[in-house]
């Protein structure tokens, strides 16, 4: 099936070849809109399905960003949603195979560090894995990554200091830490996000860590940013909603978009 997506995919966009692809997290899909040359509905698009979440327009944007080429999921298939583990991380190998090197992969995430505030944004330097399914589990396609792969550096280093480096220079202030994933829908409830914060999640949310997993296993380089858009159950006294996410996703669309042109600028 994915060899049959490339395919459609290539038919529609002729000789434009992405290196860069971006995953468009709740309320971050602007980026895509200022950018589109080529838009295709993930409902045309042989084995991808429509997002159903609030947020998330479920199409396949082909852009030209600072002169590198880019693809962008403008919103993500969630495991919450019910979709198999492998429909989520689906596109991920289709981007692999259209060859892109280098996913970035964002997300709106819970803030558990209590010096993060709403709209700020974080650097993902690594994650942790609490959803209880590997997107790796079962047979091995050994002409995209190995059966056993090395995790120790799923985010790229070199992209983390140079994001850290980049955010400096034009004035954002970026934080940094790990992620941990829950399957939801439901957010988190106290004690989880205590559990989490003893563990070292820094923030926690809902995706991205499979997407990361397969690219990593696909030898491509990850560079994840989390959205801060509300401080997760009990760090906060006020309670979670996810219109209260997409607020604070917009009030940090302006500077997660710099900083992502700065990013692509720049690897």
Known sequence: MVNYAVEFIKEKIGNFKPEIGIILGSGLGELADEYCKIAIPYSEIPGFEASTVSGHKSRLVFAEISGKKIVMMQGRFHFYEGHPIQKVVFPVKVMKLLGVKTLIVTNAAGGVNPKFKPADLMIITDHINHMGVNPLIGPNDDNMGERFPDMSNIYTKEYVDLAKKISKNIGIDLQEGV?????????????????????????????????????????????????????????????????????????????????????????
Do not use: Q
């Open 179 to 267: 992620y941990m994933a829950f399957t939801g829908p439901s957010y988190e409830t106290p004690a989880e996000v205590r559990m989490a914060r003893t563990l070292g999640a820094d923030a926690v949310g809902m995706s991205t860590v499979p997407e990361a997993v397969v690219a990593s296993w696909a030898k491509m380089k990850v560079i994840g940013l989390s959205c801060i858009c509300n401080s997760a159950a009990g760090v906060s006294t006020v309670g979670l909603s996810h219109a209260d996410v997409i607020k604070a996703a917009n009030d940090a669309k302006d500077k997660f978009k710099k900083l992502v042109k700065e990013i692509i600028k720049e690897i």
